[in-house]
């Protein structure tokens, strides 16, 4: 089966925007293991769309556009699909009903005219209800045929594919695929791949596929066969495999487990509550660690000492300590973990303090950053030299921040 | 003058990198004045690549290749262009000596045979050094058309781009471009469209685009123009337009300044420091403030309250308000906010407490958020009602946060 995607908006032609729901939608349909030869970009504009929608129904069996469901003049999609392909739009009941409830629970109460314009479906297509905003998801078939409408805004557009389109598509391939996932911290791609390269070069079913993250590489495991047990058992020695060469640097096997979810996961297994201490990141690993629903079991309270004034007073860092190495040495963020732990009454504390730029503090350069993990009446300290901007510098002192953590969780009490 | 994008490499049909050139090159081209009507993907396949060529070349003037460049038989973007516009290839000396000296600086210091492949150039273009990569760009003219060929790895592309295409395409413009951003917040993209929509409609030049982001919406103010001091005045009464219907919602005009940034400008003007009480945030707004190069001079240490225990011991928030009130409310939130600036030095302390979900709290439902500001002696709450799941709920009121701060800055120091 041959999927073809196209992005439709002008903010994407002029560059307003990266384009993340394509890799996001063409990593799934991999996963699927439909063939895709095409990715397009429109702008909202009615002619070219419209030609670029036939030219993509005339190559491909499915067609996934992604955008252009807004309540805007602008937006098109849902009426040139009805066009090209022979529907007419009518006011969905339902759908107006969802968007009355949704403008209810908002701040805006009035609901401006134009959304209404978001009731309307092609008549005999598949309304997929969208929780996160106004535009549903739409399926059209004919002729052997179909287009999938959905709404751009990645928060929208994600939890609806997941949901409905993956096993909608799913439900269409004749062939089982299966694929497991593999994440790990704390080797670079090129070296996950040299550690791997013997497999990759001579497996053809399963394949393994690498994605590079901030931090981290997501490897995905992938097999084709006539049912599921035989896919399954085609995945379990390579995947066993994998993870006996690297150990525990591998933090999940779970598709939907990110980082902080299987440091929550881990803390609550041993009991364990954690705060955190943060210079340079500012409360960012705090804010990971939120994510998690019912991230409040074994995190109650985090500190932000971005000042020596509040390393002092609230981590009981030494003066002296400040003095003699300074706010960014290992000295300091050994001082600030245990000091995180004594202010609270949390098992462990990770504390972090860098240099995220743009400047250098004297001699230390930009992207020094200390880490400490104080867990066991033991604190121990990790230094590390980031590349990349600011940002970059900050997001990946939080993923390793959260990677010792676990580690350390590991250490002291697998 | 039209310019066509064609990204070329089967890994982006996979999902497995999200193609960021598209993003950079499309906004450069804006920035040109360039119009752009299509961004195409091909995978690394003669037939396909051929195909999306002719068609690009027959419906724009520029076509833009990246990719494919690279010395494997898998690269053939060069070749395939060679063929479709009618170029022979010969080999470069000057390229066949750029490639030597790589590699003798280089950590692979034999040269793969398959790398000469790169010194072969279409006879008759222009070539592009590449000082990041064996692989140059090209250029190539033929009856009024242009292909420009670009290497994939974003750190080879970009340099080329902006040395050596961007002044090229310049020379090629007749027209001036110049465009205005304006960023608002505290209004949803219908309500700023319907505000606005007398103008958006009857605009031709300068033209009005919005951009919806996470409760923000940016409006770019576009004008085209024989020189720069008439786009300017093109631009001018636009601009003061849209920035008197929006009065104080409007934070910014400045092209690369965040939301963040304005506040901590503002701060920095009026000499005042903030402190941040988080719940539901869990440190999401220290981390956006210290986003900020040099944000130390007006946030010193921050707040993450997430059980009721550390908002009584930290922000001295009452037993009694949590009990007679709960967590959640507007009593709670003011509490944090006036105990945050006692507990520190700071002149201001901005206090989240809210439901970011999955589950409602009793009565209190998923996406109820209350925001308090204390500032000058007086503290201030707003209530408000978010929609989305945990992430989007935490997301706004972040930003929410950062503009009630900034609104709260002007109306009583402006």
Redesign the interface.
């Given at each position: 089966m041959i999927v073809e995607l196209i992005?439709v908006g002008?903010?994407?032609?002029?560059?307003?925007?990266?384009?993340?729901n394509?890799?996001?939608?063409?990593?799934?349909?991999?996963l699927l293991g439909l063939s895709?030869?095409?990715?397009?970009?429109?702008?909202d504009?009615r002619e070219?769309l419209s030609a670029?929608l036939e030219t993509a129904l005339s190559r491909s069996d499915v067609v996934i556009l992604t955008g252009g469901l807004?309540?805007?003049e602008d937006d098109l999609t849902k009426e040139v699909c009805a066009e090209v392909m022979g529907f007419e739009l009518a006011e969905d009941a339902h759908t107006r009903e969802r968007i009355e409830k949704?403008f209810k629970?908002?701040?805006?109460k009035d609901i401006?005219d134009?959304?209404w314009k978001q009731a309307m479906v092609p008549q005999g297509s598949t309304v997929l209800d969208n929780?996160?905003?106004t535009a549903p998801g739409l399926i059209m078939e004919k002729n052997g045929k179909t287009a999938i409408l959905l709404p751009g805004?990645p928060?929208e557009l994600k939890?609806l594919f997941t949901e409905q389109v993956f096993p909608y598509l799913q439900n269409r391939q004749p062939e089982v695929i299966r694929s497991q996932m593999i994440k790990i911290c704390g080797y670079g791609e090129s070296q996950v791949e040299d550690k791997l390269i013997d497999l990759i070069n001579t497996q053809t079913n399963p394949t393994i596929?690498?994605?590079?993250k901030t931090a981290e590489v997501h490897l995905r495991v992938t097999a084709k066969a006539d049912n599921e047990e035989a896919a399954k058992n085609l995945l379990k020695p390579v995947v066993k495999e994998i993870k006996n060469r690297f150990e525990n640097a591998v933090y999940t096997t779970k598709e939907e487990e990110t980082l902080e979810m299987a440091v929550v996961r881990l803390l609550k297994k041993y009991e364990l509550t954690v705060t955190?201490a943060?210079s340079?990141?500012?409360?960012?690993?705090?804010?990971r660690?939120?994510?998690v629903?019912g991230?409040?079991e074994v995190?109650?309270?985090?500190?932000?000492?971005?000042?020596n004034?509040?390393k002092r007073?609230?981590l009981d860092v030494s003066k002296g300590t400040l003095k003699k190495y300074g706010a960014v040495s290992e000295q300091t963020a050994k001082e600030m973990a245990t000091g995180g732990v004594f202010a609270t009454d949390a098992d462990a504390c990770i504390a972090v303090t860098g240099i995220a730029?743009?400047?250098a503090e004297g001699e230390k350069p930009v992207g020094l950053v200390y880490i400490a993990c104080y867990m066991k009446d033991k604190v121990k300290v990790e230094e590390y030299h980031f590349k990349g901007n600011?940002?970059k510098i900050?997001e990946q002192s939080v993923v390793k921040a959260l990677d010792f953590l676990r580690r350390s969780i590991l250490s002291n009490y697998h």
């Open positions: 992005s002008t903010e994407i032609l002029l560059g307003n925007i990266v384009n993340t394509t890799q996001y939608l063409a990593e799934k349909c991999a895709m030869y095409h990715q397009v970009t429109v702008g504009n070219r670029a807004g309540p805007t949704y629970n908002s701040i805006y401006p134009n959304n929780s996160n905003g805004p928060n939890p596929a690498t994605y590079a955190t943060e340079c990141t500012g409360g960012l690993i705090a804010g660690l939120v994510n629903p991230a409040s995190f109650r309270e985090g500190f932000i000492t971005y000042s004034k509040a007073k609230y730029g743009p400047d600011r940002e900050r």
